[in-house]
């Protein structure tokens, strides 16, 4: 990316082994991200270009002498971050803030939407997949990169449980995996705030009980009549937007949680009385530790209990990613799955 709308395919060198911890890897499926179009609309042009993508499926192709737990032709799913799943916070369960983790298309790392990809930390990083799979399941495999497994998070971290009331902030594809996460985790109503009946129409298949189009103050109404004028327990924000935000704490009950899983474009957030301390609300989320969940997530999408693939709709090779990016940030495509 060299900018903002900027896109290039372009050709550079294969990546090599640079530490004995390393693997390199056949990219076989990949993806754009929503989190991608932020820079996609907003960073200043460059000279030099940064590599792009952080979602992949793919074969193990080269492996340092230190890995051991994967071999080359192994059929891997990768997190969108790097981690060593051993330091203090990986054992506790936050891979994102790794001490020795890293970040795709960062640090003299590659991106992952190209066609072969360099992964530090291999052995922590990469989690194998049955070299069989129906192909059918590779797109809702490639979600447990990133995707789902972030909606999930922001399910997890807000306590989602039977019972609850949650309410969902976003119809992208993060909001509507922290939908159907929220389903598998028992809630008993389900408020999706979106207003792209294509977009909420798989949030109810997901699990969504109720769905508010409306915004500001009419979709906070909404919600609290919905509620019985109680508010929400839980609110997963999946936008990272301002606005999301003071949804989230209005319609949120006294005693309630909010996670927040969208990549926040700002750096202030109202903390005070007439947004979390008079309401006595918990404040959590952040970047997901997917490593921390894929285990888990793998047996329910290969016996199909989930299919959270059901979030692409759109389908481009490498040499056209470029369009990819076009569909997304114009709203014609909800998530664009990527064929080297």
């Known amino acids: 990316m060299y900018g903002a709308g900027d896109v290039r395919v372009e050709e550079v060198p294969d990546p090599q082994i640079v530490e004995p911890t390393d693997a390199v890897v056949r990219v076989t499926l990949a993806c754009v991200c929503g989190s991608d179009l932020h820079p996609y609309r907003s960073t200043p042009a460059s000279a030099t270009g940064t590599p792009m993508g952080h979602e992949f499926l793919g074969v193990v192709e080269q492996v340092g002498s230190a890995v051991t737990n994967l071999k080359p032709g192994d059929f891997v799913v990768s997190p969108f971050a790097v981690s060593d799943n051993t330091c203090p916070f990986c054992r506790e369960g936050f891979h994102t803030s790794c001490q020795h983790g890293g970040w795709y298309g960062a640090g003299g790392i590659g991106g992952a939407q190209a066609e072969k ?200 090779t490498l040499d056209d990613i470029a369009e990819a990016y076009r569909l997304m940030d114009s709203r014609r495509a909800l998530k664009v799955l990527v064929r080297p």
């Open 117 to 316: 990809v360099r992964v530090p930390q291999a052995d922590g990083t990469l989690v194998a997949l049955p070299g069989d799979v129906d192909e059918a399941l590779l797109p809702s495999l490639l979600t447990l990169s990133d995707v789902y497994l972030t909606g999930y998070h922001a399910a997890h971290m807000g306590r989602v449980e039977p019972g609850k009331t949650v309410t969902v902030i976003g119809d992208g594809a993060v909001g509507l995996s922290a939908v159907l996460a929220s389903k598998q985790l028992g809630a008993e109503q389900i408020i999706l705030m979106g207003r792209h009946t294509d977009r909420t129409d798989l949030g109810v298949t997901f699990g969504a009980t109720h769905v508010v189009p409306e915004c500001g103050e009419a979709g906070v109404a909404k919600v609290l009549e919905l509620t019985g004028g109680e508010g929400s327990h839980v609110v997963l924000e999946a936008v990272g937007h301002m606005p999301a935000y003071e949804q989230a704490f209005r319609v949120v009950r006294p005693g309630g949680v909010i996670s927040r899983v969208g990549v926040p474009q700002y750096e202030d957030a109202p903390v005070g009385f007439g947004s979390l301390f008079g309401k006595n609300a918990t404040l959590n989320g952040g970047p997901a530790p997917v490593r921390a969940y894929i285990e888990d997530a793998i047996p329910q999408v290969l016996s199909g209990q989930i299919a959270p693939g059901r979030v692409f709709d759109a389908e481009v």
